[in-house]
Structure formats: structure tokens, C-alpha cells
């Protein structure tokens, strides 16, 4: 069933490395190819204070990806105050309780603690 109309794809880029920037899928096997053309975001271009004072929940999302890949070598509890952080940015944005419990659960599943007893201080 299709419903006839114009789609776009982007490509949510959640590592580190500043020179990676695909745009492009290609695959080729026995005598087929495949040529599939998409646009990007790369998190790491984004800033933080953007991110902040957008009203957009996906840039809570957006912004926890960010912080996580900036801060891959900090500790559990630099992780904590961050999740912290992020949480407090949802309820100052007054996201009603459904979108708030998504966007948690996304943190405490995306933003992960080498010590699990940390992950239970965490408020649910």
C-alpha cells in the first residue's frame, strides 16, 4: 500500500570521528547493484546551548547523544550528574509526563553505567 507521497531518509551520525560523513550506501553482488543516496546529521556538529533552548524533546535526545560522545572516558558519576542534568532539562521544559518517561528511558538505556548500583540512584 503506498500512500503517494515524497520521503526523505537522514542518517543520525552518533560517533566521533569529524571526518566520517557518509551519503552514500552502496552494494554490489553477482551482477545487482545497489545505489542509495541520504542525508545526514552529525551530532557532534551540534552545539549544546543550541540544543538547550530548543523546545524540540529530540533535542533532550540529541543533546544526551552529544554529552555521551563528548564525555565517553568520564566516570559513573560524572555520567550520573549528567543524566541529572538532562532530567532536570525535561521538567523545565514542562514536558508533560508520557514524553518525559520516554525521553528517560532513552537516557537511562542509551547513557550506560559501568556500575549498575549507579544506574539504581538514579531516580525513575
Same mark, same amino acid.
Given at each position: 500500500m503506498?500512500?503517494?507521497?515524497?520521503?526523505?531518509? /537522514?542518517? !543520525?551520525?552518533? &560517533? #566521533?570521528?569529524?571526518?566520517?560523513?557518509?551519503?552514500?550506501?552502496?552494494? +554490489?553482488f553477482m551482477g545487482t547493484s545497489l545505489r542509495y543516496d541520504f542525508n545526514s546529521y552529525k551530532i557532534m556538529d551540534q552545539d549544546e546551548s543550541?540544543?538547550?533552548? *530548543? +523546545? *524540540?524533546? $529530540?533535542?533532550? !535526545?540529541? @543533546?544526551?547523544?552529544?554529552?555521551? !560522545?563528548? *564525555?565517553? /572516558?568520564?566516570?559513573? #558519576?560524572?555520567l550520573k550528574a549528567i543524566k541529572h542534568d538532562l532530567y532536570d532539562e525535561m521538567i523545565n521544559r514542562e514536558m508533560d509526563k508520557d514524553t518525559?518517561?520516554? @525521553?528517560? &528511558? $532513552? @537516557?537511562?538505556?542509551?547513557?550506560s553505567f559501568d556500575n549498575e548500583e549507579v544506574l539504581s540512584i538514579f531516580p525513575q
Open positions: 503506498g500512500y503517494k507521497v515524497p520521503i526523505t531518509t /537522514k542518517a !543520525i551520525l552518533a &560517533d #566521533e570521528n569529524g571526518g566520517y560523513r557518509p551519503v552514500v550506501y552502496r552494494q +554490489e543550541v540544543l538547550r533552548a *530548543n +523546545e *524540540n524533546p $529530540f533535542s533532550v !535526545i540529541v @543533546l544526551t547523544a552529544l554529552l555521551a !560522545i563528548k *564525555n565517553k /572516558k568520564i566516570s559513573d #558519576e560524572g518525559r518517561q520516554g @525521553l528517560y &528511558d $532513552f @537516557l537511562t538505556y542509551y547513557v
